[in-house]
């Protein structure tokens, strides 16, 4: 049974950091592209940044570029998103997902429970 579990979440200030982990079991972690995902209340899930399998690729959304960083310990089956400079826009649950690495939600076959970053102004 896969399993994705994220933590990290919380509530920060505007220009605050926080590390997103997504742990993952029963699946071989190394094979499959790693995705983070938001979604704010009223609103659509959407791309947040995606690293192949290979750990060499990565994508981001426009609007976390330079901010957000994604990496993998292919060692602990682990995917981080360390986000800085948070602004009250960032605001959203939190979902990481195991797939395809592409920018659609379709390219992702598994997906964790989520964790809720909170940015106060």
């Known amino acids: 049974q896969v399993q994705l579990v994220e933590s990290g979440g919380g509530l920060v200030q505007a220009g605050g950091s926080l590390r997103l982990s997504c742990a993952a079991s029963?699946?071989?972690?190394?094979?499959?592209?790693m995705g983070w995902f938001r979604q704010a209340p009223g609103k659509e899930r959407e791309f947040v940044a995606g690293?192949?399998?290979?750990?060499?690729?990565?994508n981001y959304a426009d609007s976390v570029k330079g901010r957000f960083t994604i990496s993998r310990d292919n060692a602990k089956n682990t995917v981080y998103l360390q986000m800085n400079s948070l602004k009250p826009e960032d605001t959203a649950v939190y979902y990481c997902?195991?797939?395809?690495?592409?920018?659609?939600?379709?390219?992702?076959?598994?997906w964790g429970q989520g964790t809720q970053v909170t940015v106060s102004s």
């Open positions: 029963g699946l071989t972690f190394s094979r499959y592209g």
């Open positions: 997902a195991a797939g395809l690495a592409g920018l659609s939600t379709n390219a992702y076959r598994y």
């Open positions: 690293m192949w399998w290979s750990d060499t690729t990565t």
